[in-house]
């Protein structure tokens, strides 16, 4: 019996001696073999676990006060495992009846999903409340007892929410043109979210996650996006914004631009431009911009400005010492600059002047002679020393530089230096001004305008430095312009004063070129640069109003506008009145 | 001695029972081995998916924060603010409303600062006990013991 069994047990023998062999000779070759070994190991690790790419949190926005300006807010995308999906029908009416989704559209993408497609993303963006009845909507049809066999019974299965953070902004439009704004898919445009885009968005990381519970590991620590201070004061960019809404109303004018800075350091304090629109709606940016200029006036749009910018001629003037506060001037009304008549504002001859005379009478022809006396070579390098025609350098996306001719340009002719000298054939931008105005507050040193107060990193805070830009003019000539200033609008009676407070400073009424070269009647720009307070500067204001219908004058539609901010400024500073302050001093 | 010997080798159930024996070793052996693989394994598998869970658990609470934090932004902000302080009867300042005192060594606070003071190393710290030397631990020991006012304060 025994001997009729031995050749099956050779057999069986044989077999396993050979399996074995097979074994050993596998792994031999396999040693051997690096294309077979690396093939193994790939498709191993193909089914061990997956690269995750982990995109850190956005960092946030605060105001110098430490509120919260910019943050972000859970929303949840909502999706679809194919495999484990059993009723479309139901699906498709559930997200029609919650989200207001098309139903047929979200039927036929369920029935013919892409070939090989495992999960489908239905929709994204889902607010939390939303998601929140879709969710115990899932959960209720899950608990009811279900015919698995029916393929037409109610289900929810496969309809999947998942998380994740999204850009929100709980001011709404507060400071909206120095912020910008995220789309959904994380790329910040325009002000600060543009500008500092890269530290915010902190750099995402590609990990092995393996889904062998035997190989699970910590997640590694990822930084997140850099946090934010921002130089704004909430209160005052909230009062800021509502005086240029109201002086809008007021004056009738289509847009305007407000900014107020620190002159001791170049800190924007406020920044307010129309129109603004709501951040957390960001797409309605086309209703609400006709082009990207538009979206923070005091960087990205340049005009001419007319009269404001006699402060910057009188300066360089000072300060050549061509001329000086006294200097008398005979204006007859009219000038020949480069074979051109320059008349005054009102076109009547303001007789004997002085300096200060010219300025508090805002006269062009007064100013036009003394660009002549400075001579072009002179006085646009004094220009360019102020920074026009440049780049401030200030930390929000979209700066525009404004145009400067000078001589040697093919469009520059001998007249340009004439009206060059009001503010007319040349353009800046609001910031511009506010820049070279802080060379007359701080001693003839210019400094640069910047909104990053600091960044926060990993718990360390790095403070934006004061950077200067350059020293165009002595201090003697800055406190000399200064006090003039200071005096033509007490002389005047100026609409810009401040009960309490001395300030110093300058209207302007530009005229605004056509197409066609030509200057519009009727039609102006109109500005006001002042600082303050005059022995001490603390802020230097800057208005302006496009298109004022109420006057068409700087003095009577910006200057009240500046007052106006200055009174909110010195309450929400807490900057004393000049006696009180003076007062404190001597003690 | 001879005979016993013969005779032991000659019981076949002694031959049996040691081969029985041997087998039940190893099985065991075996058997041990295996269930302390088995305990380790599966303990690292429930680690494992402790810290899976805790991750998806840190996720959790950071979009969670992040909800609390705009929600604690809206509460504060400009427009809430306002509508609450006008609805207690409060109107904005004006200059005139304000009146400035002297206060001696007065410094008015400047901006916001983040800045953490916390150690933010993602690595566990090590007990200085696995680190130091018995003359560190000695010394660590003897200056502990030491009064205060004996010590000296340069570094």
Known sequence: ?587 | MTTLTHAYRQAPWRVQRQIVVTVLAVVVFAAMVAALYLSVTARTAILGREIQELSAEIEDIRQENADLTIELARLRSTAEMERRARAMGFSPAEPEDLEYIFVPGYWPSGPVSFASHTSHSGAIAVPAAYTQSLFDWFLDRLQETTPAGNRTSQR
């Not at chain 1, 000072?318 to 020949?336: E, N």
């Not at chain 1, 990993?458 to 003697?476: F, H, K, M, V």
């Not at chain 1, 070129?513 to 500005?527: E, L, R, V």
């Not at chain 1, 109420?550 to 200057?559: D, K, L, V």
Request: net charge negative.
């Open chain 1, 1 to 587: 019996m025994r001997k009729q069994f031995i050749w099956r047990s050779q057999a069986v023998a044989v077999l396993f001696t050979f399996l074995g062999f097979s074994v050993v000779a596998q792994v031999v070759r396999i040693q051997n073999s690096p294309e077979a070994a690396a093939f193994l190991r790939q498709q191993s690790d193909r089914y061990a676990g997956q690269f995750r790419t982990i995109y850190p949190t956005r960092g946030e926005i605060y105001d110098r006060n430490g509120y919260l300006l910019a943050g972000n807010q859970t929303v949840y995308e909502i999706g679809v495992d194919l495999k484990a999906m059993r009723n479309p029908h139901t699906i498709a009416l559930a997200l029609s009846t919650h989200l207001g989704m098309d139903y047929n559209r979200v039927y036929e993408k369920l029935i013919n999903p892409p070939q090989g497609q495992v999960y489908l993303p239905i929709t994204d963006f889902v607010p939390a409340q939303k998601a929140e009845v879709l969710q115990q909507l899932i959960e209720s049809l899950s608990e009811q007892p279900t015919d698995s066999s029916a393929a037409d019974s109610p289900s929810l299965a496969g309809l999947e929410i998942r998380s994740h953070l999204q850009r929100s902004y709980p001011e709404g439009d507060l400071a909206a043109n120095v912020l910008g704004f995220v789309t959904r898919e994380g790329r910040g445009y325009f002000g600060v979210e543009e500008k500092y885009n890269d530290n915010l968005a902190g750099k995402p990381v590609t990990v092995w996650v393996p889904l062998d519970p035997n190989r699970v590991e910590e997640t590694p620590k990822i930084p997140q996006g850099a946090t934010l201070i921002l130089t704004l004061d909430r209160e005052l960019q909230l009062a800021v914004e509502d005086i240029l809404a109201q002086a809008l109303y007021r004056t009738g004018a289509e847009n305007g631009t407000i900014v107020v800075m620190d002159p001791r350091n170049g800190e924007i304090l406020a920044m307010a431009s129309t129109p603004r629109m709501d951040l957390n709606r960001f797409w309605n940016y086309d209703s609400v911009y006709q082009n990207a200029s538009e979206f923070n006036r005091a960087v990205s749009m340049p005009y001419e400005p007319g009269s404001v910018m006699k402060v910057f001629t009188m300066a360089a003037a000072l300060d050549t010492g061509v001329v000086s506060p006294d200097t008398p001037f005979l204006d007859t009304g009219a000038i020949q600059v480069g074979g051109v008549t320059i008349k005054n504002w009102d076109e009547q001859a303001w007789g004997p002047q002085t300096m200060l005379g010219c300025m508090q009478h805002s006269l062009n022809v007064c100013l036009a002679w003394v660009a002549t006396q400075l001579g072009p070579q002179t006085f646009y390098d004094y220009m360019q020393r102020f920074g026009f025609g440049h780049a401030t350098g200030i930390d929000l996306a979209g700066e525009a530089t404004g145009r400067l001719k000078v001589p040697g340009d093919a469009d520059w002719y001998p007249v340009d230096l004439g009206t060059n000298a009001f503010g007319q054939g040349v353009t800046v931008t609001p910031i511009q001004m506010v820049m070279a105005a802080s060379a007359i507050t701080n001693g003839g040193r210019m400094v640069t305008p910047h909104v990053l107060y600091a960044m926060v990193e990993e718990g360390q805070q790095y403070n934006t430095p004061i950077q200067y830009a350059g020293t165009p003019i002595s201090a003697e000539a800055a406190h000399l312009l200064s006090e003039m200033l200071a005096v033509s609008l007490e002389g005047e009676s100026s609409a810009a004063l401040v009960p309490g407070y001395r300030v110093a400073g300058k209207t302007g009424t530009a005229q605004i070129p056509t197409p066609y070269g030509y200057y519009t009647s009727g039609i102006t720009n109109a500005s006001f640069i002042g600082w303050g307070p005059v022995d001490d500067p603390r802020f230097i204001v800057y208005v302006w109003l496009e298109k004022p219908t109420s006057s068409i004058w700087g003095s009577e539609t910006a200057a009240p506008v500046f007052a106006e901010v200055v009174r909110k400024t010195v309450v929400l500073l807490d900057i004393p009145p000049d006696a009180v302050r003076q007062k404190t001093m001597e003690r």
